[in-house]
Each structure stands twice: as C-alpha cells, then as structure tokens.
C-alpha cells in the first residue's frame, strides 16, 4: 500500500502507511524516523513514531504543508529498511508474584495455568518496542503469547506502583511512573525507565527488543538498595546484541 | 533546531539577581515555557504555556526572549513577595492584581521593589494569567524545557505546582530596569475573554472515520466546556457527533489542539499536558493561533468550530508570528502607571497586615443592609461544606471546599456574620454566581 500523506492541524503532517499492527509495518515507520531525523531539514521540528504512522511536526513560517510532503517523501525514497540499525536487546528484571504481582493468580486463573508456567511464557517471549506513548516512557510491547491475554480490571486502579509490570487484553508493558491503570499487575521491575535528566531518557526505543528477566525478591531488593534502578549501566550493557 | 525557550543562563559573578518568594501559592501556578520540543517520541509531553501567545507576549513586555519561564496562574493567583528590584508584566486572563494594595496593570510591564508584594488575586474573565519577570524564572532545563512537567513529575520548580515557602530564582534580565518598565502591548494584543468564542479547526486527520452528519453535528453545534477540563485536555459537552464504525483506531501521535472523539461522541480538545498518543478517532485540529481562546474559556463557556483548509490556516499562523516578531518595536511605553517607580523604596511587611488574611476565593458579594451573600466563583462541584446554618463566621472563614478543572479551592466567608442560609450540599454541581450561602453581616 502506498503510504497516505495527512495534514494533522497547520504545523502536523502524518505519514500513515497500513492500517494494521506489524513489525515490518513499524519497520517502515522507524526507517523513516531515523531517516528525516538525519536529513536534520530546516523548519522540521520533530518526529513522532507511532505503530503504523510517521508524525512529523514543522514550522509552518518555513514551509507548507506541500513542502513538507515533498520533503519528506524526498527522504522517504531513498530509504532501505535492510539498512536499518539492528534493534538493541534490552533485559527488565522483574520480580513476579507476592505482593509485586498482585494479579498474577487471576492471569494463571483465566490462563488456565499454574503460576510458574505464566512466568516461564511471559518471560520466555521477546517482545517488539513498537512505540513510546502514552506516558512519559511507557513502551508499547507486541507479542504477548495469545494464552495469556487477559482482560483488563473492571475498573482502574487508582494507583499502579511504579515500575509494575502488567497484561492488558493483548499487550504487556512497564509503568514508568506511578499512574492509575487497568492492566493486571503481575510483577515489579527496579529499572528506571524514565530519567528526564538524560537525554536520551528511557532504556527502550522503538524497534527494541525486550525481554523480561525473573529475579528473587532478594534480587530485587539489593538492586534497589544499591540504587540500580539507575539505567545507564543497563543501557550501556544492552547496547550491543547479545547472541543468546 | 532554534531553541524557543532561549533565555539567559544566570550571571555567575553575581550569582542570581532576583529571588521570588510564594507566599500563597493560587490555585494552580506552575512554571512554564513555550514547551519541550523533541521528546514525544520519548512518550514525554510537550507541556508548556496553555496560552502560548500570552506568554510570548508578557515576556517581550520584560525584555525576555519568548521563550523565557514565566508563571502561569490559574483562576485564583499567587501572593508573591518579592525579595530584590525587577520588572514584571501580567498577561493573559484579566486579572484583579495589585502589588502592596496598589491596583496594577495589564499588559503593561512594571516596577516592583525590594520586598513588595504582589498578589493575584483573581481572573474575573479568562482562566489562566501570566507572570513574566525580566530575566525568566531561573529552573534547571530539562530535555530542553523549563516547563512543569505535572504528569511526569519533573521540570519547573521541582516537577511540580508552586506551593507556600517557595523561593524562585530570576535570570538576569536583557537592559536596565528603566528601560524596561512601562511597556505597553497595544490593545489589539489584549484579549477581549469573550464566553462564546468560535475557533478555527483543520479537518482530519481521521475525519474519514465520521458519518457526514457527525461532522455536520461538530461544525454547526456549539459545545460547552465541563468542568471535567484541565491542561491535558478540555472535555467537551453538547450534541453527539455520530461515528461511521469504530471509535478507535491504532494509537498514533495526538497533535497540539487534536480533537478526539471517543464512542460517547463528545468532542475533547487536547491540551498542552496531553499524552502523546491515544486511540481514539481525531475529527479534527484546532489550529495554533485559536487555542489561545480555547485556553482562557471556563467551564460553562462555550465554543464552535469553523473549518478551514491548511493554506488558510497556515496564512493566520504566518501572520501572527510575523505580528509577533514586530512587536518589540511596537511597545509604547506607558506614562500612567508610574505607581512603583514614583514611590521608591518602600517599607516591606506592611501590605499582608493591611490587607488580612485574604480567602482563596473571593466570592461575589451582594450586598443589601446587613445581608451578604456568597456566591460561586466558577462552575464548580462542592466537594465539602464546612459550616452549618446558624453558625457565627469570621471574615474570611473557609465555607465551601469546591472542586472545579481537577483543583480543589476554597469559598470563605466575604464578610463576618450569622450564617443565616446555606444553600447547597455536598455533591451539588454549582453554576457561576449561585448563591451558596446568606449571611447577616449585623449580628
């Protein structure tokens, strides 16, 4: 399908290719991210990669919105998804069950499996960082094994603790800060995954791979008492592909 | 990439010059730039002024880059005492303000001394006011902001909303305070506040996801503004705008102005605080220059939207930049209000013992012979009523706690008395100007 080029408001263009939720889809959107971000093209303020769409946000005192169009599909034609930078692994620690997962039991409930079982597949998956969005570091994971799709709490919790890791339908993700929310909690991680004073501030970038990792509860506290949940050394750690 | 929010770094010989300190905090008073640009795809909200034309503005009136952290007040103002000489202007909302008792003006920068205070105490038309100083508030930059982050908890004055005991450090400002004092911005830049405005919306981007009668409903309605509104976003009430099939989509980027339209069918216009990214179907983007109306409405205003084409629209953005960056050399100065200049050094201390113990809100008052009457600031609910009928009440005695907008405030007695009706209940939903409560002021 041809990408649709869309005006959203005088200063927004939005770049949507198919209407449908995949990697190769998301491939196509980063490409192009990466790309315009390159161009560094006078008037682009910003871009906001998105599941299936480009947005790109622009002055419009140094250029219409047909300007924008062509410059952006300047970029785009000369794009090569193969040449893509190799997404980077990034490990959550997370302690499952207890008093971190409060909902575990529920899930294992409406799975149908044991408690052990839903913590070998939730964490036995890689996952795919399709967009940061939502709140300030909130990945957006896909691949949840469809066993454990599990529907979201009647109504919300008013607070999710920070760093929760929970299912919502089909999904599963992190809180990076306390929020309410309606997902079932399922376990804790200690990483930090919002730090505004770095300037790349979360650990996980679109097109990232994630898998989280089971630890102790006495795992989780040290790193908490040591202060771990600091992500640059994690982040300088999972910057190179592993070969597991 | 320009840097909007350019504003001086503090002057390291002399360490800051200004410092500013909270004495009431308002009802909601955060620091707040033109906004932190180039973080969305971080999921980190833009934040920013609400009104960003009022900010620019108020910041050219002191001599400060546009960009520069000003106050952004919210219905009830803060008291602020400030603790060296400096120049400030007032913009936005029209404000009762005054600086040591001292009625102060709008739109136009002035003096303030060493130790004055300064107190906003209301916006009896628009919502939100702002409070540039020359040389911007001085607040750590973070991803490329001095902007709250309210959400998110970072940036601004330590991620959060002013609070009492707050001291703010100021910059140092562009010229000599003389010269900066007494500039005017000509009227067509003072906003009229009107309670029906109509606003300028670019269609799209999923306006294909609408029935043509729903977008039909959307463009000939008028929507009135619910009290279930903040800086994230403004909730909308009016005629259900029909979708053609789902009311969802696969969550992409919310733009500035986005107005979804989740299956309820009322519209929500999206706000600087706003999430990056949702799921629900966006009629339409209401464009820059007009959301400086949106930001001042207040629950119970209304507004309609009138389409036009980007061209159009980007012509208007075009045009008012172009007004903008003329500005600086359109500043009149002022000759009447010579108020603080005139007066010199003046004792501090004095202004709080003078003016009592003033309430959050003041509420209007009318007033027969020995009967006052309290009335509601602002569409509100009451969240609590804290007096009976019958009790005998000091002036300035908290009444009602309200809650409206997301913030809580309270309604205090206007004058001392016996309460002699009390007209509403815990849970009542309250309309601007209804009477709350009676009291006879002889007794």
Redesign the interface.
């Known amino acids: 399908m041809v990408p649709r080029y869309?005006?959203?408001?005088?200063?927004?263009l939005?770049v949507?290719f198919e209407?449908?939720?995949s990697i190769e889809i998301n491939d196509q959107v980063r490409a192009l991210?990466i790309g315009l971000e390159a161009a560094h093209i006078p008037g682009l303020?910003?871009?906001?990669?998105?599941?299936?769409?480009l947005?790109v946000?622009y002055d419009?005192?140094a250029m219409?919105?047909e300007e924008a169009e062509r410059r952006v599909r300047e970029v785009a034609a000369t794009l090569d998804p193969a040449a893509l930078p190799p997404p980077k692994r990034v490990e959550i620690p997370t302690v499952y069950g207890g008093a971190y997962g409060p909902d575990l039991p529920f899930v294992a409930q409406h799975a149908g499996l044991g408690e052990a079982e839903v913590i070998r597949l939730h964490s036995g998956t890689v996952y795919h960082v399709y967009?940061?969005?939502?709140?300030?570091?909130?990945a957006?994971l896909g691949g949840l094994p469809e066993r454990l799709h599990t529907p979201r709490l009647p109504s919300p919790r008013i607070k999710v603790p920070k760093g929760s890791v929970a299912i919502g339908g089909s999904q599963t993700g992190a809180y990076?800060?306390e929020?309410p929310g309606g997902w079932r909690i399922i376990g804790r991680t200690y990483l930090n995954l919002?730090d505004?004073?770095k300037?790349?501030?979360?650990p996980m970038q679109?097109g990232d791979t994630v898998q989280f990792v089971p630890i102790t509860e006495d795992e989780y506290l040290a790193a908490s008492r040591e202060g771990r949940a600091g992500s640059r050394e994690l982040r300088a750690e999972n910057r190179e592909p592993r070969d597991d | 990439?320009i840097d909007v929010n350019r504003q001086d770094s503090r002057l390291s010989a002399h360490g800051s010059q200004v410092s500013i300190e909270v004495l009431r905090p308002g009802l909601l008073t955060t620091v707040q730039d033109r906004g932190r640009?180039?973080?969305?795809?971080?999921?980190?909200?833009v934040s920013g002024a609400v009104d960003e034309i009022a900010l620019r503005v108020a910041n050219m009136l002191v001599g400060n880059p546009q960009g520069a952290a000003a106050l952004e007040a919210t219905v009830l103002g803060p008291q602020l005492r400030f603790l060296t000489d400096t120049v400030v202007a007032l913009t936005g909302a029209v404000v009762e303000a005054d600086l040591d008792g001292k009625p102060v003006p709008w739109y136009e920068s002035f003096r303030v001394r060493p130790r004055q205070v300064l107190h906003i105490r209301k916006c009896p038309r628009g919502l939100r006011a702002y409070l540039a100083i020359a040389g911007g508030i001085d607040v750590p930059v973070?991803?490329g902001s001095r902007s709250t982050?309210l959400?998110?908890?970072?940036?601004g004055f330590r991620g959060r909303a002013l609070a009492a005991g707050d001291v703010l450090a100021v910059g140092p400002p562009s010229a000599p305070l003389p010269e900066l004092t007494g500039r005017e911005a000509p009227s067509p830049w003072r906003p009229r506040h009107e309670s029906r405005v109509t606003v300028r919306v670019?269609l799209?981007?999923q306006d294909d996801a609408f029935a043509e009668e729903g977008i039909r409903t959307f463009l000939e309605s008028g929507y009135r503004v619910t009290p279930n509104s903040d800086r994230m976003g403004y909730r909308l009430d009016g005629p259900v705008i029909r979708h053609q099939g789902s009311p969802d989509i696969?969550?992409?980027?919310i733009?500035?102005?986005?107005v979804q339209v989740p299956g309820d069918g009322k519209p929500i216009i999206l706000l600087a605080d706003r999430?990056?990214?949702?799921g629900y179907t966006?009629i339409a983007?209401?464009?820059?220059p007009d959301l400086s109306l949106v930001a001042q409405l207040r629950p119970g205003d209304t507004l309609a939207f009138q389409a036009v084409s980007?061209?159009e629209?980007?012509a208007?953005?075009?045009k008012i930049?172009a007004d903008l960056l003329a500005l600086p050399d359109h500043l009149v100065t002022a000759e009447s209000w010579t108020y603080a200049a005139e007066l010199g050094e003046v004792p501090g201390g004095i202004s709080l013992a003078l003016q009592g113990d003033l309430p959050q809100a003041t509420p209007t008052v009318m007033e027969s012979p020995g009967r006052a009457t309290v009335r509601c600031p602002m569409p509100a609910v009451v969240v609590r009523v804290l007096i009976d009928a019958g009790d005998m009440v000091a002036v300035g005695q908290p009444l009602f706690l309200l809650q409206a907008m997301k913030m809580e405030f309270e309604v205090a007695a206007p004058r001392a008395g016996c309460l002699v009706e009390v007209n509403v209940r815990e849970g009542d939903a309250v309309g601007a100007d209804d009477v709350m409560a009676s009291l006879d002021t002889t007794a």
């Open positions: 869309v005006p959203a408001g005088e200063r927004g939005v949507e209407n449908a939720v991210a303020i910003e871009v906001v990669p998105t599941y299936r769409s947005a946000e419009p005192t219409s919105f967009m940061i969005g939502f709140s300030a570091g909130f957006y990076p800060a929020t919002f505004p004073a300037e790349i501030p979360t679109p | 990439m640009f180039g973080y969305q795809k971080f999921g980190v909200p973070l991803l982050c959400i998110a908890s970072f940036g670019i799209g981007p696969i969550s992409d980027w733009p500035l102005g986005g999430q990056t990214t949702g966006k983007t209401v464009i820059r980007v061209v629209a980007q208007i953005a075009c930049e």
